[in-house]
């Protein structure tokens, strides 16, 4: 997998923010391919340039391994050295910023996220990756503003920004652009795991159940389910009065989910 694509999951391995989760609505489709970072070869009449360029691919590739398999410590190792060989590197920087939120360290991985997104201005993914931080991580209003450079990004394919855009709008309360926005993006891509749980969400708050319902279920055929996507599921079924169904949702996330089933005792689906 070329490290482009590891851009357009920069989250997926983080932990999955309350609200506008960045577990969901930046992975492509298929997902994250195998990958086996093969050597470059170099050749002798390579200039300096080339070779410089070729090692940090190298790197890069390892790094991105490296980072699959859980190993944060030779992942950051990697993409330092090509940081430090190229400051513009915004692959080092974006799996860096993956690293970051791997360890916990939020904020330093929105110093990186911003930094590769200022150094990448036309770059949809980019731009998508720093507006999913500031979502999920308190400031819901500044990263609209990032969704819809991401949006207007030219050569970007903008399912995954106006998923986050219409769920980050939910999170506002500006609902005038949460409908619109995500129904773009399920026109772009059907199989939109974050807009359809988000649409799910809106449908709730709007009373509107049976349609609600719809989109919890296309959600759950989707993804592998979450907690927060169960609890929403048996919320709905419980306004629909089919008892049987919400218990059904409840008893996996219980078997499923033990401690967010006993954290979310009680409470009920939250727009």
Known sequence: MRLRNLLLVATLIAVAASGCSRLTFVRPKGGIREFDAPKSEYRVSDSKATRQRLEEQDSLGLAEQRLRVGDLKTAEQEASKVLRRNPGSVGALTLLAIVADRRGQSKAAGAYYRKAAELAPNDGGMLNNYGAWLCGNGFPAEALVWFDRAIAAPNYNPAGALANAGGCALQTG?????????????????????????MARNKYRLG????????????????????????????????????????????????????????????SARP
Do not use: H, W
Not at 183 to 197: F, G, I, S
Not at 218 to 223: E, I, L, P, V
């Open 174 to 198: 500006q609902y005038e652009r949460v409908e619109t926005d995500l129904r773009k993006a399920l026109a772009l891509d059907p199989t939109n795991a974050y807009a359809l749980v988000s």
């Open 208 to 267: 509107q159940f049976m349609d609600a319902r719809a989109f919890i279920e296309r959600r759950m055929t989707a993804a592998p389910v979450d907690p927060g996507v169960l609890q929403l599921a048996a919320d709905i079924e419980t306004k629909l009065g089919d008892r049987a169904a919400a218990e059904k949702y409840r008893q996996r996330l219980r078997a499923e989910f033990p401690d967010a089933a006993a954290a979310s005792s009680g409470e």
